[in-house]
C-alpha cells in the first residue's frame, strides 16, 4: 500500500507564462501547425489534421506548450 502511494505519479504543474496564465486561460489560444502539404489542403478546401498545437498567449505571445501527439491534438478543439 505504501509503495503503491510512493510510486504514485505527481500531478505536473501547468506552465504559465509571464502574465501567470496556463493553457486553460482564456487568454491562451491554441494555435495549429500544420506541415505544407497540410496547408494545401486547407487552401482548397479540406480540412487537415495539425502536426503540433501551441498554446500562446494572446497578452504577452509567450508560447506555453507545444503538443505534438496525435490524440492530444484530435481532443484539443481549435474551431469553437
Ligand atoms: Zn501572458
Known sequence: MLRA???????KEPARCACGHDRTN???SPSAEYTFGG???????ISATPTA??????RCGQKLER???PKEIA?????G
Open 53 to 58: 498545437v501551441n498554446y500562446v498567449c494572446r
Open 26 to 28: 482564456v487568454m491562451v
Open 75 to 79: 481532443e484539443t478543439r481549435l474551431w
Open 5 to 11: 502511494l510512493h510510486y504514485r505519479v505527481e500531478p
Open 67 to 69: 503538443i505534438t501527439d
Open 39 to 45: 496547408w494545401c489542403l486547407i487552401l482548397i478546401g
